[in-house]
């Protein structure tokens, strides 16, 4: 199994930057798709960004897409959610998602490891 622990979340105003971590841990050579969701207070969960397990390449929400970047670092066994010039409307628990298969996906299903979440709130 691999365990997915999220960080970097927080309050920020809008038009500001987070940056959020997801560390793998266990058997993370087992870690290759990977993406991000989040939900808002009374949503559902909804897509936010994936990218292959080369890394090479990246999907988006129409929502995030040229403010969020989705990185990762096979060394570090980390990957990454930039978001910048963040808006109000972005405020959700964010949740890292991992596959033990060669995806890239907008969908919930296809993934078998998630964390816990990490809170992002951006004030106006």
């Known amino acids: 199994q691999v365990q997915l622990v999220e960080s970097g979340g927080g309050l920020v105003q809008a038009g500001g930057s987070l940056r959020l971590s997801c560390a793998a841990s266990?058997?993370?050579?087992?870690?290759?798709?990977m993406g991000w969701f989040r939900q808002a207070p009374g949503k559902e969960r909804e897509f936010v960004a994936a990218i292959s397990s080369s890394g090479g390449t990246t999907y988006y929400a129409d929502s995030v897409k040229g403010r969020f970047t989705i990185s990762r670092d096979y060394a570090k066994a980390t990957g990454y959610l930039q978001m910048n010039s963040l808006k109000p409307e972005d405020t959700a628990v964010y949740y890292c998602?991992?596959?033990?298969?060669?995806?890239?996906?907008?969908?919930?299903?296809?993934?078998?490891?998630w964390g816990q979440g990490t809170q992002v709130t951006v004030s106006s």
């Open positions: 998602a991992g596959s033990s298969r060669e995806i890239l996906s907008n969908r919930e299903s296809e993934y078998n490891y």
């Open positions: 266990g058997r993370t050579f087992r870690w290759y798709g």
